[in-house]
């Protein structure tokens, strides 16, 4: 009995060095930066960069690596520090619950091993996390709200149009107050329960990817076997989505089932982190026929910051992707989806953002078109469609 309360004992301290040493580690290995900050720019574009009203990124998984995103961080690519630093108003923190070893952009099948399970457990997560896929949704959820309430006041979970209002009167006297937006990365995380819909938006989900890396219940995913478009499950997901005020978010779905929802949705899109097919022709990319449809439905592209979306090198192939956008249907349809904290090596972290300026005034844009994709285009997106 005594040796087995010792073995014990010595598992569980095992236990607690692995959760303070395993999730750093992984996570300063799947989330490097290419060049470290500090970041420097010319004075015109810092100035142009000083005049921004309002800079939005659309998608960040911050809140997977177990980081308290209250502290700045000596790895990943955002917290709220950070937003401070480089005067971003409103990020969008999505939740990843499952995610298939290796990643393949080609095709995943949805059994393959599940790479946020040994994440989860190596966290130190309570043990309902760690084999439940809307747990773990609910519990990254409860931990932005929890961050937050420790900002008294600082920062502001954002969950409707007062809220928005609130946040952008708020910042006209203390623009160190930031915003943050909770979304899903894949739909299985309602594994395939209606209600849980409700759970996740009384948690305060407004996005939701209907699939990841693997085709789920709702239907194919561009890195899936099957292409499938929307199935029955998907289809009455889409119609509560709408009814609750959720948005879809179109990035990581097969092109089947963008054609699906653009067909059913009452709401207008999203896509919260992908590149264009005329920049990178891959997969998880936008064609410019979906892009047209995208404008046509009111939506909104964020365009994300890696190698797998936007092609090396980076910065000017982000640039080429808005500026893609823009010539085919308007400025007032792109934005910023740098899938910061996504497993991505990213070329900069979010204290770099002057650089997208830079890039942009080095490329022709004007001044109200670098507004509009900094911030302006998901201000007015989602004070339009936001309830
Ligand atoms: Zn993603």
Request: charged share 25%; with cysteine; glycine share 8%.
């Amino acid at each position: 009995m005594k040796k087995l309360l010792i073995a014990l004992g010595i598992f569980a301290l095992i236990y607690f060095a692995a959760t303070l040493i395993v999730p750093p580690y992984i996570e300063s290995q799947r989330n490097p930066v290419k060049s470290p900050p500090p970041y420097s720019v010319s004075e015109e574009a810092k100035a142009t960069y000083d005049r921004l009203g309002f800079i939005s990124d659309l998608h960040c998984d911050g809140l997977l690596w177990g980081r308290d995103l209250t502290k700045k961080g000596s790895r990943g690519h955002v917290d709220f520090p950070r937003m401070r630093e480089s005067n971003v108003a409103l990020e969008m923190f999505t939740i990843v619950s499952k995610s298939p070893a290796g990643q393949n952009m080609q095709s995943n099948s949805s059994d393959a091993f599940d790479n946020i399970t040994p994440l989860t457990i190596a966290k130190g997560e309570s043990p309902a996390n760690w084999f439940s896929l809307i747990n773990r949704t609910l519990s990254q959820s409860k931990q932005l709200a929890d961050f937050i309430d420790e900002e008294e006041g600082k920062a502001i979970l954002v969950k409707s149009k007062a809220d928005l209002q609130n946040l952008i009167e708020v910042r006209k006297t203390n623009p160190s107050i930031i915003g943050g937006m909770l979304g899903i990365e894949g739909a299985h995380a309602l594994e395939g329960d209606l209600e849980n819909l409700d759970r996740v938006y009384e948690a305060g989900v407004r996005m939701i990817g209907l699939t990841h890396f693997f085709d789920n219940k709702l239907g194919g995913s561009a890195h899936g076997q099957s292409q499938a478009g929307l199935t029955d499950f998907g289809r009455e997901v889409v119609r509560k989505m709408n009814d609750l005020g959720i948005f879809v978010d179109l990035a990581h779905c097969s092109p089947a089932i963008v054609d699906d929802v653009l067909e059913i949705t009452t709401m207008p899109v999203m896509v919260s982190h992908t590149g264009v097919r005329a920049v990178l022709d891959s997969k998880r990319n936008l064609s410019d026929l979906h892009i047209r449809k995208i404008a046509e439905n009111g939506g909104i592209i964020g365009i994300a910051f890696f190698d797998e979306a936007v092609g090396v090198p980076e910065l000017p192939n982000i640039i080429a992707s808005i500026k893609h956008v823009r010539d085919l249907v308007g400025i007032e349809y792109v934005a910023l989806g740098s899938d910061y904290d996504g497993s991505v090596a990213v070329p900069f972290d979010i204290t770099g953002f002057p650089l997208l300026v830079e890039g942009m005034m080095n490329a022709g844009f004007r001044e109200a078109e670098i507004r509009a994709v900094m911030g302006e285009n998901v201000k007015r997106f989602f004070l339009q469609n936001l309830r």
